[in-house]
């Protein structure tokens, strides 16, 4: 893992609408291990046993799906400590032949794994390279996506679990409408451009890291209803700014806490 000590942000959580409460906690309780922390009317609170973030589902049956791609989460990024770890999940999912796989990739600063819930959310899971190792192209971070050796993955792992207690929110990524917009609202965070010449696609982070949101244009302005399923709002602690709710450029709302 890329370790960042006293880190300026941190990303606390996130909330999803959801349709079928009880197949979401089939998914991420009893597949991938998170503890259910709360429960309170439509509202459930899970988290890994270590506490580094929160997810909330908001129960709604009565609301449709999420058309994809359209605005809002494109993935929300689960980061884990090191490749046994990553691996293990991989062969728990295998394992359970869940059919909601949606593929893999060596990014050079990390390797990762991509589903989606039983909804249509999407998922990373994913590990950390060392920073000396991430790639560069002119001084600048020069992330890719190659093909992940999937057999030598599992090779890791003898046997499959659930999410270790450490895992973090590593970072969001999002369908956005403009690409300069986003930027600016996240910046206007404190975050800083990472790399602005991916296709389709740009990535910003504090303290150094690859990056905390990803923002991309491939849902090419396709937006879902207000009431569908989905990303409702997130949570981000940062250093030196006091509590704020914000709106984020896709309507979703942004819980500033003081780190």
Known sequence: MAFTPNPSLVLRGLTLRVQNLEGQLAFYRDLLGLEMIRQEGAHTDLAPAGG???????????APLRPQPTLGLYHFALLLSNRGHLAAVFRRLLEARYPYFQGAADHGVSEALYLSDPEGNGIELYRDRPREAWPMREGRL???SQP??????????PKGTGLEAQTTLGHLHLHVGDLDEA???FEGLGLTLTQGDYPGARFLAADGYHHHIGINRWAQGRTASAQATGLLGYRLALRGRSAQHLTDPNGAWVALEPL
Request: charged fraction near 15%; avoid cysteine.
């Open 148 to 157: 992940l050796d999937l057999q030598a993955l599992l090779a890791e792992a």
């Open 142 to 144: 020069a992330m890719v």
């Open 52 to 62: 580094g973030f929160t997810l909330t589902l908001e129960h709604d049956p009565q």
């Open 183 to 185: 930027q600016a609202f």
